[in-house]
């Protein structure tokens, strides 16, 4: 009973082997001699040839199977982390071209994102504080362009801005902008995937990684709506105000507004729920 027990596990690895190594058009079939064909189409080093050909059957058999077992699991791993190490670039690829540089009065930048394939851009309400006076600030495209824009409205509550690009004089370019691909900011859980994009000082661009480390909410007075605020371990600073909130697709699930240094500099993001809320109620007369 027992050795039927071992031909019969024999029979059903040698058969495995047979299909992974992808010998069914040989005319192998007897498990020690696909046992020993297996041993030589893996390549092994010569001491553990020496060592697989000196087994048993059904050892030599055990032992490729293990062989073949550990390699798919190393091409699995590679290949997650591979995966997980191209989905920021991915997310990034996604939504950069929809991220403007913003220089206000003074010549402080940020930033910001286009919502609006005509022109409007989402910010900071404290990005464009220095050019209240003016209404007017310089953007600069992800391609280059460096364009003025207006200010369109302002949310003192929520911190929000919206500009409009004035591009009436750029007659070699498009007139509809790329727009930011938007996600669903009330609809994020901690642990999350976030990425924050900005544009700091002397840098282009700024992208850092991190997840949602907190998800705060508070109420707004006059009409009961809650607006969510996305806490994020990725790096804040002070260019990155104004910029869009990545998930893992790169989608805009927030736009990223303030810092807490007594939570060791966690950042928030207002959700972009709240921000398409703002430029409806903010701009919807002007479209």
């Not at 929520?158 to 004035?166: C, G, Q, S």
């Not at 609809?187 to 840098?203: K, T």
Request: proline share 3%; charged share 25%.
């Amino acid at each position: 009973r027992k050795q039927k027990e071992i031909s019969e596990e024999e029979d059903i690895l040698a058969h495995a082997i047979k299909r992974k190594l992808r010998l069914e058009d040989t005319i192998l079939n007897d498990p020690e001699d696909i046992s020993f064909a297996a041993c030589a189409a893996l390549d092994l080093p010569p001491r553990q040839l020496q060592a697989a050909l000196a087994s048993s059957t059904i050892e030599r058999l055990r032992g490729v199977k293990k062989f073949l077992d550990r390699d798919d699991d190393t091409k699995r791993k590679k290949s997650t982390t591979t995966s997980q190490a191209n989905f920021v670039s991915a997310a990034v690829k996604k939504a950069l071209p929809s991220v403007v540089s913003i220089e206000s009065n003074g010549g402080e930048k940020a930033a910001g994102f286009v919502i609006n394939k005509d022109g409007i851009i989402a910010t900071n309400r404290h990005v464009v504080a220095n050019s209240a006076e003016s209404g007017v600030v310089d953007v600069t495209f992800h391609d280059g362009r460096k364009l003025p824009a207006d200010i369109l409205a302002v949310s003192e509550i929520y911190d929000i801005a919206f500009l409009k690009v004035n591009d009436d004089d750029d007659t070699t370019q498009s007139k509809e902008f790329a727009v930011a691909p938007l996600g669903d900011g009330d609809n994020v859980s901690l642990g999350d995937w976030m990425i924050a994009v900005g544009s700091p000082a002397e840098f282009d661009h700024l992208v850092s990684l991190g997840i949602v480390s907190t998800i705060k909410q508070r109420q707004r007075i006059s009409n009961g709506k809650t607006t969510t605020f996305i806490g994020t371990d990725a790096l804040f600073n002070k260019g990155i105000s104004g910029g869009p909130l990545l998930n893992e697709h790169g989608e805009v699930v927030g736009m990223c507004t303030y810092m807490r240094e007594d939570l060791n500099g966690l950042g928030f993001a207002i959700s972009i729920n709240r921000v398409m809320d703002a430029a409806e109620e903010l701009y919807s007369n002007l479209e």
